[in-house]
């Protein structure tokens, strides 16, 4: 499975406000990289970004972190590898033909149940 490379573009601060928390971020647009920008239909260009908090806030006091969401949909049809129970992945001979044969229920077990 690949690793996703983490891109910071930015940075901010969880304030109190008088209704309630609220993140004030900057971004820095030069860092947004083009391939994970998408043009809608309307023609508006997006980004999906993750905010997370700090473990401890930097010498500026910012106390959050701004990265580009790198993840990306797996094709239909594919299952990635990191998805898969643990014996279909070290064991290419598995006895189920696909992850979901593994977790089925066979059709005369539910008639031994007590209920």
């Known amino acids: 499975m690949e690793t996703q490379q983490t891109i910071y573009c930015?940075?901010?601060?969880a304030k109190d406000?008088?209704?309630g928390e609220f993140f004030s971020i900057s971004i820095c647009l030069s860092d947004l990289p083009k391939e994970h920008i998408s043009e809608?239909?309307?023609?508006?260009?997006?980004?999906?970004?993750n905010i997370n908090r700090k473990k401890e806030p930097d010498q500026y006091g910012k106390?959050?972190?701004v990265?580009?969401?790198?993840?990306?949909?797996?094709?239909?049809?594919?299952v990635p590898?990191?998805?898969?129970?643990?014996?279909?992945?070290?064991?290419s001979k598995s006895q189920y033909s696909s992850p979901e044969d593994q977790y089925s229920v066979d059709q005369h077990e539910d008639q031994t149940l007590p209920f």
């Open 40 to 49: 809608a239909k309307n023609g508006k260009k997006y980004i999906n970004l």
């Open 10 to 13: 930015g940075s901010g601060k």
């Open 63 to 65: 106390d959050l972190s």
């Open 81 to 91: 590898q990191g998805n898969l129970p643990q014996a279909m992945a070290h064991d």
């Open 67 to 78: 990265q580009v969401d790198t993840w990306k949909p797996t094709p239909q049809g594919s």
């Open 17 to 19: 406000g008088k209704f």
